[in-house]
């Protein structure tokens, strides 16, 4: 007798961001969301009141919620938009780290996008699992309690941004290739 199983897949991911030299998130407290949408705008006429007669799509948004629970600076600065990250080695036993962030009015979000994904880690995964944003554009939300029952933990929200061709994310294998049209 043969039995069917359904394979609904759970569990964690890491996330990568940039191409070369990717910084990894690998520690999450929580679960690590990924939303998309789309907007239409509904078309209608006098003759039919309120009913749409017919709907265009008017665009898509994408977003990553990486809540990173661990307090580590470095990574945080390749995340966190016009930061200055600074580490004072002169006692090896004993680094001191820094993490500069200013409220910078009217900064380009765009200009530190860049290739963000999603690689879940249970058993059995291939990159057909695989959420990828290629122009992610970083704003940490952190909001660290310091008491004995919660752990801090630090929302990295990635907005995705299409790239020239207009691609906001796509889901699978990055080695698919699509033929020219």
């Known amino acids: ?9 759970i569990g964690p991911a890491i996330v990568e961001v940039g191409e070369e030299n990717p910084t990894v998130f690998d520690i999450t407290k929580g679960g ?8 239409k705008q509904d078309i209608t006429v006098d003759q039919f009141g309120d009913t749409p007669v017919k709907a265009i799509l008017k665009g898509g948004t994408c977003q990553l919620t990486v809540p990173f629970a661990l307090s580590d600076l470095k990574k945080l600065s ?3 938009p016009g930061s200055k990250y600074q580490e004072d080695a002169t006692d090896p036993e004993n680094v001191k780290k820094r993490l500069n962030v200013y409220a910078k009015a009217g900064y380009d979000l765009l200009k530190d996008a860049k290739k963000v994904v999603v690689k879940p880690t249970t058993p059995g ?8 944003i290629p122009l992610g554009a970083p704003l940490p939300e952190i909001s660290w309690t310091y008491n004995s029952d919660n752990e801090r933990v630090a929302n990295i929200v990635f907005a995705g941004y299409p790239d020239t061709e207009g691609l906001l994310y796509f889901l699978g294998d990055e080695a698919v290739i699509f033929p020219s049209e």
């Open 1 to 9: 007798m043969t039995v069917n199983v359904i394979n609904v897949p």
């Open 32 to 39: 690590i969301v990924f939303a998309a949408n789309f907007t």
């Open 78 to 80: 390749t995340v966190t």
């Open 125 to 132: 995964t291939t990159p057909n699992d695989y959420i990828t």
